[in-house]
């Protein structure tokens, strides 16, 4: 299964070139025709479309679970382990061939990288800046990172993302709604807190936390953690006196392919930037640049969306987070940058026979397994209780994001995720979260303020998994009450109603998300 890629993008590139497109560039989304173009999709007939928006149609009967919702990821679900491996099963309709596929992409994702020159050619080319050694540090169990327990923690999957101001100058003059920034000239969009033997880390990551109780309705306080971030023990200098930081915690990894099959036409259906229908809701596309398909795109992954498929998301993932240089994005130096010259001068591993670190068939593995981590059937369905929650969930108004369902693409050669009805929780969609949440760094069409919904299925077994109850983007929520409680901006509103609610009516809508 060798990925097939443009010859260009075998050019060698400077680190700094490889920041800037880190930071894909964007459009108006009604200016731009965006489709499903990294897909090979089979067109939905007319007879088809009926049955879908018959079936992904809003429920108003919350007396019993609707029909297939025990089943999140259609015929890819998998059975609800009760262990720490429970995100971690291949696509429940997968084949026996590629099941071997996804157990060597397995491999690799979990493979430990070392430094070159070393005698294990195929996993040398750490660094020389990293954040971690293997995609499973960061993903560990392949669900959600955490922020550190305390000064001393490593066990962490959390970093610091870094920008400075563009201007108009570093805008594409044939693009329209371009955010312009530019990584920061020292340390490049992304600070790495380790490094090989003989080269120093970039930073530690130092957080400090203001309490803040939350009284609800009934009289029951919840106190909310206030984060401040700093990067500290610089190794290579001041920041820009104009950097922006955004803290970034690993996400869980399930259900990765089914998102990248949910049609573009779809998702671009729920948006709303000038909240034409008055409900405060303003859901919009994030639109980047593809760099494989040398396109502008739907963005799908990432915490803002900056990504549009699973094999660029994990090739910057890659060259990011562990240095690890790729057909994709080139740089032997990974996110060393001109300004770090020994960094830049550092031996790196690729030049071998694999050309890259990881070359094209390692990372189209990597990717796959991604694309096909299964996600667990839901537990309790027809429980009184959170079926009681289910309705409060709707009638709050969570469901203006948080879209219960979708039906994705009829695809040629991807079986898996071929046309099966889904329960993500997810729009896909950028929203203006308000000034708690906002990181103050845009990216792409993103704005400081605005994040992707993230999709839902799967947060109940956050414990079992990652062992924590750390939600949002940056882990400050320790429950999923106080993760509801830190919405604000478009989801005001709902937050409020939650405050409102009677404990046994909020107790049922925490059961109810604790079930998907």
């Not at 396109?295 to 900056?306: D, E, N, Q, S, T």
């Not at 949440?437 to 993230?454: C, I, K, S």
């Amino acid at each position: 299964m060798p990925l097939k890629l443009p010859k260009s993008l075998a050019i060698k590139c400077s680190a700094a070139l490889i920041a800037v497109s880190l930071s894909p560039v964007t459009l108006q989304a009604q200016s731009v025709p965006l489709d499903d173009s990294h897909l090979d999709v089979i067109p939905r007939t007319a007879e088809e479309a009926a049955r879908i928006a018959a079936i992904t149609a809003p429920t108003t009967d919350f007396s019993k679970p609707q029909r297939f919702e025990d089943k999140p990821a259609g015929a890819a679900t998998v059975r609800a382990r009760d262990d720490a491996d429970a995100f971690s099963q291949s696509s429940g309709n997968i084949t026996f061939e590629d099941e071997l596929n996804f157990k060597v992409g397995n491999g690799l994702f979990r493979k430990i990288w070392v430094s070159a020159p070393s005698s294990t050619l195929a996993s040398d080319g750490l660094g020389p800046l990293f954040n971690a050694r293997s995609c499973q540090r960061c993903h560990i169990k392949d669900g959600r990172g955490h922020p550190p327990e305390n000064a001393d923690d490593k066990a962490i999957s959390m970093f610091l993302r870094i920008s400075i101001p563009g201007t108009t100058q570093d805008a594409i003059p044939q693009i329209e709604d371009y955010l312009a920034t530019l990584p920061d000239p020292t340390y490049g969009t992304q600070l790495q807190d380790f490094a090989i033997q003989g080269y120093p880390a970039e930073y530690k990551l130092g957080i400090t936390y203001r309490e803040e109780v939350v009284q609800l309705a009934d009289g029951t306080e919840v106190s909310l953690r206030h984060p401040t971030y700093s990067a500290d023990d610089l190794g290579y200098g001041p920041l820009h006196p104009d950097a922006m930081l955004s803290p970034r915690v690993a996400p869980q990894m399930i259900g990765m392919g089914l998102l990248e099959a949910i049609p573009a036409a779809d998702i671009l259906a729920g948006a709303d930037p000038e909240d034409a229908d008055g409900d405060g809701i303003s859901g919009r596309a994030n639109i980047v640049w593809s760099t494989v398909l040398d396109k502008p795109m739907l963005g799908r992954f990432g915490l803002k969306a900056g990504n549009p498929t699973v094999l660029e998301q994990s090739a910057a993932a890659f060259v990011g987070d562990i240095g690890i240089s790729n057909p994709i994005f080139t740089a032997g130096a990974g996110e060393c940058t001109d300004l770090q010259a020994d960094c830049q001068a550092a031996i790196h591993g690729d030049g071998d026979a694999r050309e890259f670190e990881i070359d094209a068939v390692g990372l189209d593995l990597v990717a796959f397994y991604s694309r096909n981590l299964g996600v667990p059937a839901r537990r309790g369905v027809d429980d009184p209780k959170v079926l009681q929650g289910k309705k409060v969930f709707y009638e709050t108004g969570c469901t203006a994001c948080h879209t219960p369902n979708f039906v994705t693409n009829r695809l040629n050669d991807q079986p898996e995720q071929s046309f099966q009805l889904i329960w993500p929780y997810t729009d896909m969609l950028l929203h203006d979260m308000g000034p708690d949440l906002a990181d103050n760094r845009p990216e792409a069409r993103a704005t400081g303020r605005e994040w992707r919904t993230p999709p839902l299925w799967g947060i109940g077994l956050t414990e079992q998994v990652s062992g924590h109850t750390y939600f949002l983007h940056d882990g400050r929520a320790r429950s999923l009450l106080e993760a509801v409680l830190w919405h604000g901006g478009e989801a005001q509103d709902q937050r409020d109603k939650v405050i409102d609610l009677p404990t046994k009516e909020r107790e049922a809508l925490i059961a109810y998300l604790e079930s998907l």
